[in-house]
């Protein structure tokens, strides 16, 4: 509908949001020793929400991106694994990365906030 509507439009989709493991892995990390994740192999390039601003801003204050669809993500692919942060703090050595269930996350995950489709 909008790409129909006769308006200009500019399409960002950024992938996974960096600050998310924020949400996702503090309470865990809090509350203990383990952190529990699914698809520990799966990768994704996770992008720093001000970056989506930055390319946002110049979506909104440049010519020729109007009609456009831009697909942002961060600069590099890592596994849900090397992302945790077990492997990049000192304090971190102590804990434990446990695979789940897609539907365990969705379950554990609802607790923190509704989950996308």
Known sequence: MIETSGLEWTFLRPGMFAANALSWWAQQIRAGDVVRWPHLAAPTAPIDERDIAAVAVRALCENGTAGA??????????????????????????????????????????RIGPMPQ
Do not use: N
């Not at 692919?77 to 990365?97: G, V």
């Not at 695979?99 to 554990?108: G, H, N, V």
């Open 69 to 110: 669809e831009y697909v942002l993500t961060g600069p590099q692919s890592l596994s849900q694994l090397s992302r945790c942060p077990h492997r990049r703090c000192d304090w971190a050595h102590t804990l434990r990365i446990e695979e789940i269930s897609p539907d365990e996350a969705r379950r554990e995950l609802l």
